[in-house]
């Protein structure tokens, strides 16, 4: 499979990815367990997003697109435009992977100050799994063209789904990973801190963060096998599919801070989400009939993208409540000083 990176570009962009998360990383044990500002995040939000272009700028510089070869400014063009499609649609899921995040966090009550350690390690997890899924699926389009419209059903598939489930409440007391957890593992009453596990009356028990973190964990897996499909319909460039999807990774946990109080405003996203798949899916099922130019899958994922957020904005959300909002914990687990 023919891709640009070369040794000196993969060696760069780790170092890269290495430095970032130990600065994350620094900041945090810095600031210790607190609650993320609106400002906090949007800051980093900012930096995330500014990161993501500067790169995406030097990789056009360093490919020639400033250059007088044309060869070399087209082919600076095109990695550079594979680039910023596979960065919008990954970062399009990932809101949809925050909406999820939410959705346990208010479940499992688990206080504001102890989120972003959860999401962090969440996050790690994401780069992982991603970057062996995206190995492992450029191998098999390498060794094996059809897979492609194995992906391409797949995504079909998955956008229908989603468009069937957008605006439904998930059922997690009967979520199969969740019982799963419940039956293997002694769970604490309460949270201690940031602990993952603690003593309760002599027994070792997981604190509920650890159940979170595990079901954080599982969501990973499933939304890398949504995600990486999709970006292989833009591009097989194993390097493009790669830093498309780490930048949209890293930037997570801000974006996470950023939307959580503004999850009810974007209620239709999941429906642009949906067409976006599909439509992603029918131009992997077409490859080889008519390949759809990159520059319009961008156009249609940032026009759909746009559009829903605006109707949502217009029209209001049906009424609901969240999973356990102003109800009991799950395990009755309470937060220190919450008790009451």
């Known amino acids: 499979m023919e891709s640009i990176g070369s040794p000196l570009m993969w060696s760069l962009f780790s170092a890269f990815v290495l430095v970032a998360l130990l600065v994350d990383f620094f900041a945090m044990s810095k600031q210790g367990a607190h609650r993320v500002s609106t400002k906090e995040a949007a800051i980093w939000s900012l930096i995330w997003v500014g990161v993501s272009f500067v790169f995406m700028g030097w990789l056009w510089w ?40 939410l959705m346990l966090f208010t479940y499992f009550a688990v206080p504001a100050e102890f989120q972003k350690r959860v999401l962090m390690i969440g996050i790690l997890g994401a780069l992982v799994l991603r970057a062996v899924m995206i190995l492992v699926g450029a191998w098999l389009i390498a060794q094996f063209h059809w897979i492609l419209y194995v992906f391409g059903a797949f995504l079909l598939f998955t956008g229908i789904k989603m468009w069937w489930a957008a605006g439904q409440e998930p059922d997690l007391d009967n979520n199969p990973a969740l019982k799963w957890i ?13 602990k993952l596990f603690t003593v309760v009356n002599g027994v070792k028990m997981a604190t509920p963060l650890l159940v979170v973190m595990l079901l954080i964990g599982i969501v990973d897996i499933v939304f890398a096998v949504d995600s990486i499909p999709a970006i292989f319909a833009i591009t097989t460039d194993p390097f493009i599919v790669l830093t498309s999807n780490v930048f949209a990774i890293l930037g997570l946990r801000a974006m996470y801070f950023l939307l959580a109080n503004m999850h009810e405003r974007f209620h239709l996203l999941s429906y642009g989400l949906a067409i976006v798949l599909v439509f992603i899916g029918a131009k992997m099922l077409l490859i080889d009939v008519y ?11 940032a026009v759909t993208l746009a559009i829903t957020m605006v109707l949502s904005l217009k029209i209001p959300p049906k009424g609901g409540k969240p999973a356990h909002e102003g109800g009991a914990y799950p395990f009755g687990a309470k937060p220190k000083g919450d008790e009451q």
């Open 291 to 301: 390949k759809i130019p990159v520059v319009f899958s961008l156009g249609f994922t």
């Open 62 to 101: 360093y490919l020639g697109g400033t250059g007088t070869d044309p060869a070399a400014r087209e082919l600076a063009n095109g990695k550079a435009l594979e680039f910023l499609t596979g960065y919008l649609i990954e970062k399009a899921l990932a809101v949809d992977n925050i909406f999820v995040f």
């Open 182 to 194: 419940r039956g293997h593992f002694k769970i604490a009453p309460d949270y201690d801190g940031e």
